[in-house]
C-alpha cells in the first residue's frame, strides 16, 4: 500500500477537509498516476451532499483527472512512466456482460466501478477519487492526453466528463453538418457541448435563462441566443430544431424544449439525474415523433474519442484554477450556479496538506 492525501468529506452535512489514506501499490496492470489537475464536476457536489442518497463516507471526489504516470505493472502495453494520461468516471466494470463486451462500460449490467464512491467488488471498500495526489487504475480505464493539448492542462480535465458527457449523445443519435442542434444551458457542460457541436458543423443555438450569457455563447461560436424565460422567443422558434441537449443540472419543465423540436427530432438531457419537475406532454412528443431520451457520461472508447477529437481541433474547457484549499467556497459557487464554467484544482496546492 501507498499512502495518499486527500480532501474528503466525512458526511453529507460536513466540509471537505485533508484526509489521509492508502492506494494499493500497482498490479500487473495497473497504472500510477501523480495527479496535477482535478476539474469540480457539479456532480461532485450532488455527491458529496448525498443528493443521490447513494453516497459513501469518507467521499474523496473528483473524475476529471489529468496527471503523469509515475509507475507500470510489468503486464501493461500501453502506457509508460512519464505519459500525459487522464482518469474519467470509471476505474472498472464487470467486462463480460452484454454493454461491457460492446464497448459500453457505463452501462455495464453489475454496475460499473466509479472513480469514486464506487465500491470494489467483493470486498465493498469506497473507491477514493481525484481531490488526492495519486492514484491507481487499471490500464484500460486510463486514457491517453493527445500532445496537441499538453500546453493547456487544466483546460483538460473537465473533457473526462464534461467533454464525453456531451459528445457521446451527439455521437449517438448522429449529429453532423447541416444540422440545427440547441444547447440548453452554457454552464460546466454546456460550453463544451457548444464548442465540440460547432466543431462537427452544426448551426448551434444557445439556449439560455441568463441574459448576461449572450455574448460569450457568440464568441464560443454560437449562432444564435434564445432567452428561456422570454415565451416570445421560444415560440418563435417551434418546430426549428434537429437535436436538443439539455445540460441543466437540476430537474426542470421539458415540455417547452420539445416544443423546439423539428418532426423525428430528439432533445436529450445530461444534467438532471432525478425526477422531472413535471410529466412530458406526450402528444407534443407523439404528435411528431420526437423523442425524449437521456444519457449516460461516455464509454472509454468515447472519452478517448472525445480527448483526440478536441486535440485535432484545439479544444479545451474554459477554467478557473483554484487552490485545494478554496475547495468549500467552491462547491457553494457551484451550488449557487456562480461558476462561469468550470473550476479546476491545480494539485500542486495540496503540498501545503501535508505540512
Not at 41 to 55: E, G, K, L, P, T
Not at 136 to 162: D, I, M, N, W, Y
Not at 211 to 227: F, M, N, P, Q, S
Request: net charge negative; proline share 4%; hydrophobic share 40%.
Amino acid at each position: 500500500m501507498s499512502a495518499a492525501i486527500g480532501y474528503a468529506a466525512k458526511s453529507a452535512k460536513a466540509k471537505l477537509v485533508p484526509f489521509h489514506f492508502e492506494r494499493r501499490e500497482p498490479g500487473a496492470h495497473d497504472v500510477a498516476i501523480h495527479i496535477e489537475y482535478c476539474g469540480v464536476c457539479h456532480s461532485d457536489v450532488h455527491q458529496v451532499r448525498d443528493d443521490w442518497s447513494n453516497s459513501l463516507y469518507p467521499c474523496v471526489p473528483g473524475h476529471e483527472i489529468v496527471g503523469r504516470v509515475t509507475a507500470v505493472g510489468d503486464k501493461v502495453t500501453q502506457h509508460k512512466v512519464g505519459d500525459l494520461v487522464g482518469v474519467g468516471c470509471m476505474v472498472d466494470s464487470c467486462q463480460h456482460c452484454a454493454s461491457c463486451a460492446e464497448g459500453e462500460e457505463q452501462y455495464c449490467e453489475n454496475g460499473m466501478l466509479a472513480t469514486y464512491n464506487g465500491p470494489f467488488k467483493p470486498d465493498g471498500s469506497n473507491t477514493y477519487g481525484g481531490y488526492s495526489d495519486h492514484m491507481v487504475v487499471t490500464e484500460k480505464f486510463v486514457l491517453r492526453v493527445p500532445t496537441s493539448l499538453g500546453h493547456r492542462l487544466q483546460g483538460v480535465a473537465p473533457l473526462l466528463c464534461a467533454g464525453v458527457t456531451t459528445y457521446s449523445p451527439l455521437k449517438h443519435w448522429k449529429v453532423g453538418p447541416g444540422q440545427k442542434v440547441a444547447v440548453v444551458g452554457l454552464g460546466g457542460l454546456g460550453h463544451v457541448a457548444v464548442k465540440i457541436a460547432v466543431a462537427m458543423g452544426t448551426e448551434v443555438t444557445v439556449i439560455t435563462s441568463s441574459l448576461d450569457k449572450e455574448g460569450r455563447a457568440r464568441e464560443l461560436g454560437a449562432h444564435d441566443v434564445i432567452y428561456s424565460k422570454d415565451p416570445a422567443a421560444m415560440l418563435k422558434h417551434a418546430e426549428k430544431f434537429d437535436f436538443i441537449l439539455s445540460t441543466i443540472p437540476v430537474a426542470h419543465d421539458v415540455n417547452p424544449y420539445v416544443e423546439l423540436l423539428k418532426r423525428d427530432g430528439h432533445l436529450v438531457l445530461v444534467g438532471a439525474l432525478e425526477p422531472l419537475a413535471s410529466g412530458t406532454n406526450n402528444m407534443l412528443v407523439a404528435s411528431k415523433r420526437r423523442s425524449v431520451a437521456g444519457s449516460f457520461i461516455g464509454s472509454l472508447a468515447e472519452t478517448q474519442e472525445v480527448l483526440d477529437f478536441c486535440g485535432k481541433h484545439g479544444i479545451t474547457s474554459d477554467v478557473e484554477l483554484i487552490d485545494i484549499k478554496n475547495i468549500n467556497q467552491a462547491f457553494g459557487d457551484v451550488e449557487k450556479g456562480k461558476v462561469p464554467f468550470r473550476y479546476v484544482i491545480d494539485m500542486a496546492t495540496l503540498a501545503a496538506a501535508k505540512k
